[in-house]
């Protein structure tokens, strides 16, 4: 039978995926393969394929006893006869396999590599008609690898005392050079032929998170995602339990996996999560190799991953039916510190450290890289045909190009004269202007781009000089604590050779007011929980926590956990006394709760960016941004296109005339206030000025007129900061 018949008959399936046919046709001609695939390409049907197409056995060699017997069944399933071996088994169960191989009863045979080491086996099965080894997860060979198994080492010397000569294949996910030529050398293959194949997988979006709550995002994904499974990763066991733990009492059907966990835990959890008895899965890295559910419908990433290897193959979890699935990156620059200090505590031999900082790095460049993010991942395993996939969240959003030349002049001169290697955040305080010792200590403040950079945040800064290390404008040194050094790009950036343009997502800015009347009400509970339990006011609250919930409004557990100063503890403590009023209050008021999408929905999608603004190096600002948008529609067309209130927006009119003078077009309010209304909002106007909206408001209601603020604005921003044609 030929694969394709054999593809149809035994799994149903109707055409061969990217680089099976091939993959198999080599083996079966007995050429040594290994073949290169992403995670979900369909490595499995090689092997056993190839299997069927051979007289004799196919050795699968596997590094999971927990997922043998899954494969297996699920082959059996198929009509192929299949077994494992491995440590669930006791002696007379073998000695019954080994009789039906010695039979010829048995096609495939899957075995743990550390069987291997057992002399006994292997006089065993030595005399076996095998006709293929076949090593899955071929990674585990290598050192440089990220899952290094120290018994995949012996593979070579066990198929060297097979008396049948057998064809090796070896599979794997991982591309990297180091472990593609560790596979070849450590296994032996003889004259192998390298497969490697496309690495993209296209039904997987991939999402990259900065600077948002975690928690929240988590807690608001699985509501909106109930039905689907997930997996939920994150760099710690004890983030593991917490996370689960959160999930668990907003009642969601979860489970977790991580090396803490007992076997029996272990093998039930995962069972639950791939028998759908719970959709989402937290786990660390240690879950997941090998589990070949089909229907993973997200992966979410709570911590940064610790290489791109290890990432990929993470979300590779996801879609193995093909269907569209989401892979979310939260990142949070803590992540980096939790990283390095996993790198060195798990890892003693310094080479390997260096390696995995190396890998770190990679993995920095990444989450800040401004181009597709796939390119990226693809660029990083060699496939460099790859331009965009359009299927991630920087080809996906809006941005706006920015001429960054003059800040990249200013980094990278401050670099140069810095002299001596320091690191991204002692180059920060230079350009700030920083007053600590370090600084000083080697006489930084001396130099004359010491304080040039002033006006930036220091998030906003390291963020900048994290794209310019992503596009390499820059370079860092591969180490615990790397040190930034300026390479060739850099010099022609200085000198004036060449430009720098940065993609910049569009942002709003949302400007939020606290609301006094609530404030007061908030305090008065307070002072009432004081007196139950008896301590002082700012124990239960500090001001500013009440002040955050008198301008966010929280309804419930998630939004009460966004508030400044809640946390779970006090979550659970207060949030009877405290939510309750607050939904009251916005019942009573009749308030707008619209602003908190807006606080959610952080980047604005434009169908039409308009780009025609000048760029003078100055990133776009929200406001220029929406009265670039008045230049063409009216007033209530902006706030509908972008679900934003009033008041916002006539917030970004009155910032844009501060920062420009004169707004020199027409913007059109289409009808906001009568001409009555304009003229007696001007007669009050004349008499105490337009600087305070409130007086205003209040001396036309001593003359008996209720008019709305937004009518008052419309007429100040019209009479007053719109030029008169
Ligand atoms: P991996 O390369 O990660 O080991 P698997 O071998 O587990 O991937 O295959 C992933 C999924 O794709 C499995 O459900 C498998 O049955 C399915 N699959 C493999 N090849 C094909 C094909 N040619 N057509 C349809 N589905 C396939
Ligand atoms: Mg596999
Ligand atoms: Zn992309």
């Known amino acids: 039978m030929n694969a394709n018949n054999i593809l149809k008959k035994y799994f149903g399936?109707?055409?061969?995926?990217?680089?099976?046919?091939?993959?198999?046709?080599?083996?079966?001609?007995?050429?040594?393969?290994?073949?290169?695939?992403?995670?979900?390409?369909?490595?499995?049907?090689?092997?056993?394929i190839s299997s069927l197409m051979l007289d004799g056995i196919t050795i699968v060699i596997s590094p999971l006893i927990s997922l043998m017997k899954d494969q297996v069944d699920s082959i059996n399933e198929n009509g192929i006869k299949a077994y494992y071996i491995n440590s669930s088994l006791d002696n007379f169960e073998i000695q019954d396999i080994l009789n039906e191989a010695n039979m010829g009863n048995v096609k495939i045979l899957y075995i743990a590599p550390e069987r291997l080491k057992s002399n006994e086996f292997i006089s065993q099965i030595k005399n076996l008609n095998i006709s293929q080894i076949a090593i899955d997860e071929a990674h585990c060979v290598s050192q440089w690898g990220h899952d290094f198994r120290p018994s995949y080492t012996d593979i070579r010397n066990f198929i060297d005392i097979i008396n049948s000569n057998p064809v090796v294949s070896a599979f794997t996910a991982t591309a990297t050079k180091e472990v593609k030529e560790d596979i070849v050398k450590i296994l032996k293959l003889k004259n192998p032929k390298v497969y490697s194949f496309g690495f993209?997988?296209?039904?997987?979006?991939?999402?990259?998170?900065?600077?948002?709550?975690?928690?929240?995002?988590?807690?608001?994904?699985?509501?909106?995602?109930?039905?689907?499974?997930?997996?939920?990763?994150?760099?710690?066991?004890?983030?593991?339990?917490?996370?689960?733990?959160?999930?668990?009492?907003?009642?969601?059907d979860v489970t977790k996996y991580h090396g803490g966990l007992n076997n029996l835990e272990r093998q039930t959890n995962q069972e639950d999560f791939v028998y759908d008895r719970k959709s989402i899965m937290v786990a660390t890295n240690a879950f997941g190799m090998g589990i070949d559910k089909p229907d993973i419908r997200y992966i979410i990433h709570n911590n940064l991953p610790s290489n791109i290897e290890a990432y990929y193959q993470e979300i590779g979890r996801a879609g193995r039916d093909n269907l569209d699935s989401?892979?979310?990156?939260?990142?949070?620059?803590?992540?980096?510190?939790?990283?390095?200090?996993?790198?060195?505590?798990?890892?003693?031999?310094?080479?390997?450290?260096?390696?995995?900082?190396?890998k770190l790095k990679f993995m920095n460049e990444f989450v800040h890289s401004v181009d597709c993010y796939k390119k990226y991942i693809l660029d990083y395993f060699g496939q460099d045909d790859f331009t965009k996939c359009n299927n991630c969240s920087n080809c996906n959003e809006d941005y706006e190009v920015i001429d960054r030349t003059m800040d990249a002049k200013k980094v990278l001169s401050c670099i140069y004269r810095m002299k001596k290697p320091y690191g991204v955040n002692m180059i920060i305080d230079v350009l700030r202007g920083s007053k600590n010792k370090k600084v000083f200590d080697f006489n930084l403040e001396k130099l004359s781009t010491y304080n040039i950079?002033?006006?930036?945040?220091?998030?906003?800064?390291?963020?900048?000089?994290?794209?310019?290390?992503?596009?390499?404008?820059?370079?860092?040194?591969?180490?615990?604590?790397?040190?930034?050094?300026?390479?060739?790009i850099s010099i022609d950036i200085l000198k004036g050779n060449m430009e720098v343009l940065i993609k910049q997502k569009l942002k709003k800015e949302i400007v939020?007011?606290?609301?006094?009347?609530?404030?007061?009400?908030?305090?008065?509970?307070?002072?009432?929980?004081?007196?139950?339990?008896?301590?002082?006011?700012?124990?239960?609250?500090?001001?500013?926590?009440?002040?955050?919930?008198?301008?966010?409004?929280?309804?419930?557990?998630?939004e009460f956990l966004e508030i400044n100063g809640v946390g779970e503890q006090k979550l659970q403590k207060y949030k009877d006394k405290f939510l309750p009023v607050i939904n009251k209050y916005i019942e009573d008021n009749?308030?707008?709760?619209?602003?908190?999408?807006?606080?959610?929905?952080?980047?604005?999608?434009?169908?039409?960016?308009?780009?025609e603004k000048k760029s003078d190096g100055k990133k776009q600002k929200a406001f220029e941004f929406y009265l670039n948008e008045l230049k063409t529609k009216d007033f209530y067309s902006v706030i509908e296109e972008y679900q934003i209130q009033e008041r916002t927006l006539f917030n970004h009119i009155f910032t844009y005339f501060k920062e420009y003078g004169e707004i020199d077009f027409d913007i059109d309010f289409k009808d906001l206030y009568t001409d009555e209304e304009q003229s007696l909002?001007?007669?009050?106007?004349?008499?105490?000025?337009f600087e305070k909206l409130r007086p205003i408001?209040?001396?036309?209601?001593?003359?008996?007129?209720?008019?709305?603020?937004?009518?008052?604005?419309?007429?100040?921003?019209?009479?007053?900061?719109?030029?008169?044609?």
């Open 200 to 252: 993209d997988r296209e039904n997987l979006s991939i999402e990259v998170l900065k600077g948002i709550n975690k928690k929240n995002y988590i807690l608001d994904y699985v509501k909106n995602n109930k039905d689907k499974s997930g997996i939920i990763y994150c760099a710690t066991r004890k983030e593991v339990e917490s996370i689960s733990e959160i999930l668990n009492s907003n009642h969601y």
């Open 590 to 611: 009749e308030i707008d709760c619209s602003f908190k999408d807006e606080m959610k929905i952080k980047n604005i999608k434009t169908t039409n960016p308009k780009k």
């Open 326 to 358: 989401e892979c979310i990156l939260l990142y949070d620059s803590k992540d980096i510190v939790l990283q390095k200090y996993l790198i060195e505590s798990s890892i003693s031999n310094p080479l390997r450290q260096e390696d995995q900082f190396k």
């Open 681 to 689: 909002i001007l007669d009050v106007i004349d008499k105490i000025g």
């Open 512 to 558: 939020l007011e606290e609301n006094n009347s609530l404030l007061d009400i908030l305090k008065g509970i307070r002072m009432e929980v004081a007196r139950e339990n008896k301590v002082p006011p700012y124990m239960i609250f500090s001001d500013i926590s009440l002040k955050d919930m008198s301008i966010k409004l929280p309804v419930d557990e998630a």
């Open 13 to 48: 399936y109707d055409s061969f995926r990217k680089g099976q046919e091939e993959i198999i046709t080599k083996i079966v001609e007995k050429n040594d393969t290994l073949a290169i695939m992403p995670t979900g390409g369909g490595k499995s049907i090689c092997y056993q």
């Open 453 to 488: 950079m002033n006006d930036y945040s220091k998030e906003d800064l390291k963020e900048f000089i994290n794209i310019l290390l992503s596009l390499k404008y820059l370079e860092q040194t591969n180490s615990k604590f790397p040190t930034v050094f300026l390479n060739q």
């Open 697 to 725: 408001k209040e001396e036309l209601e001593k003359l008996n007129y209720d008019i709305e603020y937004p009518k008052i604005q419309a007429v100040i921003a019209k009479e007053f900061y719109i030029k008169k044609k």
